[in-house]
T-cell receptor, first 110, second 113 residues
Framework: GIQVEQSPPDLILQEGANSTLRCNFS?????LQWFHQNPWGQLINLFY???GTKQNGRLSATTVATERYSLLYISSSQTTDSGVYFC????????????FGIGTKLQVIP | KAGVTQTPRYLIKTRGQQVTLSCSPI?????VSWYQQTPGQGLQFLFE???????NKGNFPGRFSGRQFSNSRSEMNVSTLELGDSALYLC????????????FGSGTQLSVL
């Protein structure tokens, strides 16, 4: 199956700082999504981005499918950005057998 | 539109018992998938249902099973519970499962004593 690697595994930021989270995947994928899991366990879909670049407020994401990686940018971080960020992919065979990365645990301190 | 609803939110069971978890997808979504999250193994895919049929299955023992009803609601069952089954169980839905945006419920936290 597809292997998904995320880096860094842990990140501590001062409020207001910027950061880049990376996701590498081992094979062609038919979808690539970024999620934020809050301290209560809820997974929020940030981006559905199999290719290209998208922006949503302070967050943006870029996926370069031909080079098998995706980046999530967080600018002007806030304490509410704390939590775990997951990169999730599905193989190009379709259907929903997705693979999660191990996640990046982000802590934003005031 | 209401989001994905999972019940119950918390559950405590003892070894050897069985448990049933419920998931109601977003209205109009026909694909429901289930995941187990543990500190040691992270998030792992359990299975996916579409139109009452299991289309895909992860690497879990047969004690883990599920079903989907005609209204797309899904249930997951774990029989003969083991301590290692303690986990957050999440379900997600989307329109037809084929590489689309996933929407997750809040999860059921299962503790096996």
């Amino acid at each position: 199956g597809i292997q998904v690697e995320q880096s860094p595994p842990d990140l501590i930021l001062q409020e207001g700082a910027n950061s880049t989270l990376r996701c590498n995947f081992s094979d062609s994928v038919n979808n690539l999504q970024w999620f934020h899991q809050n301290p209560w366990g809820q997974l929020i879909n940030l981006f559905y981005i199999p290719s290209g670049t998208k922006q949503n407020g302070r967050l943006s994401a870029t996926t370069v499918a031909t080079e098998r990686y995706s980046l999530l940018y967080i600018s002007s971080s806030q304490t509410t950005d704390s939590g775990v960020y997951f990169c999730v992919t599905g193989d190009s065979g379709g259907y929903q057998k997705v693979t999660f990365g191990i996640g990046t645990k982000l802590q934003v301190i005031p | 539109k209401a989001g994905v609803t999972q019940t119950p939110r918390y559950l405590i069971k003892t070894r050897g018992q069985q448990v049933t978890l419920s998931c109601s997808p977003i209205s109009g979504h026909r694909s429901v998938s289930w995941y187990q999250q543990t500190p040691g193994q992270g998030l792992q895919f359990l299975f996916e249902y579409f139109s009452e049929t299991q289309r895909n299955k992860g690497n879990f023992p047969g004690r883990f099973s599920g079903r989907q009803f005609s209204n797309s609601r899904s249930e997951m069952n774990v029989s003969t519970l083991e301590l290692g089954d303690s986990a957050l169980y999440l379900c997600a839905s989307n329109m037809d499962g084929g590489g689309e945006k996933l929407f997750f419920g809040s999860g059921t936290q299962l503790s096996v004593l």
